[in-house]
C-alpha cells in the first residue's frame, strides 16, 4: 500500500497505538503481565478503576516492564509507517495507553518523533485526543491512523483518516462523508475475532469491581459466595 512517491508529506502523521500499531491493547497485555507475576493485583485493579481509567493504567504501568519486541504488530501498517519515516515524515504516536508504556513502543520502534500518551490524571482518549492534537498541530493539521468509532471525533478534525484494521462499513462510510480524504489499510476477516469483538472483552475489567464486597467482607474463601460474584462478572461481562 506504499506508492512509489518520494515527496515528503510535511502534514504530520499520528498513530493509535491500541487496535492500530497493535492487534491488542496496551491495557490488556500489561495488566495480564502483572497478573501473571502477582495474582492479588486482581484485588487492587478495581479500587484503582474507581479512580478513573486513567491512574488504573498508571498503576499498572508502574509495576509492569513491556516487551515491546514482543507485541502483535500490524505488520503491513508497520510497513507503511517505516516507509513514511524513510521519506522523512514526522510521525506521532498519540495514545490513550499510559506514556511509560507508549515510551517503550516508540524506543522499540525508532520511527515516532514525538509521544503523546495518557499520565495517571488524563485518559487521552476520544475528544480528549482530538482536543490535544488539534491543540498541539490545528484542525486539519494532523493525518491520523486509528482503527475504531473511539476516534471518531479525532478524525473529523484530521486532514486525512487511516482506518486500520477491520472496522465496520459504516464507520469507514461515515469518515468518507466527513473527512477530507479517507484511506483503509484493510485486514483479514476471522469469524472467531468477529464473534469475540461482539462481546466486548476490553470492558470487561470494569466488572472485577463485583469482587470487592467479598474482600473487604473477607469473604473470598466462601465458596458460595465466590461462585454467585463469578457468575455476576460474568453475566455482566456478557451484557458489556
Given at each position: 500500500?506504499?506508492?512509489?512517491?518520494?515527496?515528503?508529506?510535511?502534514?504530520?502523521?499520528?498513530?493509535?497505538?491500541?487496535?492500530?500499531?497493535?492487534?491488542?491493547?496496551?491495557?490488556?497485555?500489561?495488566?495480564?503481565?502483572?497478573?501473571?507475576?502477582?495474582?492479588?493485583?486482581?484485588?487492587?485493579?478495581?479500587?484503582?478503576?474507581?479512580?478513573?481509567?486513567?491512574?488504573?493504567?498508571?498503576?499498572?504501568?508502574?509495576?509492569?516492564?513491556?516487551?515491546?519486541?514482543?507485541?502483535?504488530?500490524?505488520?503491513?501498517?508497520?510497513?507503511?509507517?517505516?516507509?513514511?519515516?524513510?521519506?522523512?515524515?514526522?510521525?506521532?504516536?498519540?495514545?490513550?495507553?499510559?506514556?511509560?508504556?507508549?515510551?517503550?513502543?516508540?524506543?522499540?520502534?525508532?520511527?515516532?518523533?514525538?509521544?503523546?500518551?495518557?499520565?495517571?490524571?488524563?485518559?487521552?482518549?476520544?475528544?480528549?485526543?482530538?482536543?490535544?492534537?488539534?491543540?498541539?498541530?490545528?484542525?486539519?493539521?494532523?493525518?491520523?491512523?486509528?482503527?475504531?468509532?473511539?476516534?471518531?471525533?479525532?478524525?473529523?478534525?484530521?486532514?486525512?483518516?487511516?482506518?486500520?484494521?477491520?472496522?465496520?462499513?459504516?464507520?469507514?462510510?461515515?469518515?468518507?462523508?466527513?473527512?477530507?480524504?479517507?484511506?483503509?489499510?484493510a485486514s483479514q476477516r476471522h469469524p472467531w475475532r468477529a464473534c469475540?469483538?461482539?462481546?466486548?472483552?476490553?470492558?470487561?475489567?470494569?466488572?472485577?469491581?463485583?469482587?470487592?464486597?467479598?474482600?473487604?467482607?473477607?469473604?473470598?474463601?466462601?465458596?458460595?459466595?465466590?461462585?454467585?460474584?463469578?457468575?455476576?462478572?460474568?453475566?455482566?461481562?456478557?451484557?458489556?
Open positions: 500500500m506504499v506508492t512509489g512517491n518520494s515527496t515528503v508529506d510535511t502534514i504530520p502523521l499520528c498513530v493509535d497505538l491500541d487496535g492500530t500499531l497493535i492487534r491488542s491493547d496496551l491495557l490488556w497485555e500489561s495488566a495480564l503481565r502483572l497478573l501473571a507475576r502477582q495474582p492479588l493485583y486482581l484485588f487492587a485493579l478495581p479500587f484503582w478503576l474507581l479512580r478513573g481509567r486513567a491512574y488504573l493504567k498508571s498503576e499498572i504501568a508502574r509495576r509492569v516492564e513491556l516487551n515491546a519486541a514482543t507485541l502483535p504488530y500490524r505488520s503491513e501498517f508497520l510497513d507503511f509507517l517505516r516507509a513514511e519515516h524513510a521519506r522523512g515524515r514526522h510521525l506521532v504516536l498519540a495514545t490513550a495507553s499510559n506514556r511509560q508504556l507508549a515510551e517503550s513502543v516508540a524506543a522499540h520502534l525508532g520511527l515516532f518523533a514525538e509521544v503523546i500518551a495518557s499520565d495517571h490524571q488524563n485518559n487521552l482518549r476520544a475528544k480528549t485526543k482530538a482536543a490535544t492534537l488539534v491543540k498541539r498541530f490545528g484542525s486539519r493539521g494532523f493525518d491520523y491512523a486509528g482503527n475504531s468509532a473511539a476516534d471518531e471525533p479525532v478524525w473529523r478534525e484530521a486532514r486525512q483518516a487511516l482506518v486500520v484494521g477491520g472496522a465496520h462499513r459504516r464507520l469507514v462510510r461515515r469518515l468518507s462523508q466527513t473527512a477530507e480524504d479517507c484511506r483503509v489499510f469475540l469483538r461482539l462481546l466486548r472483552p476490553h470492558q470487561w475489567a470494569k466488572n472485577i469491581i463485583v469482587f470487592a464486597p467479598l474482600l473487604t467482607a473477607h469473604q473470598l474463601r466462601n465458596l458460595p459466595h465466590l461462585r454467585a460474584a463469578a457468575l455476576a462478572f460474568l453475566a455482566f461481562s456478557l451484557c458489556a
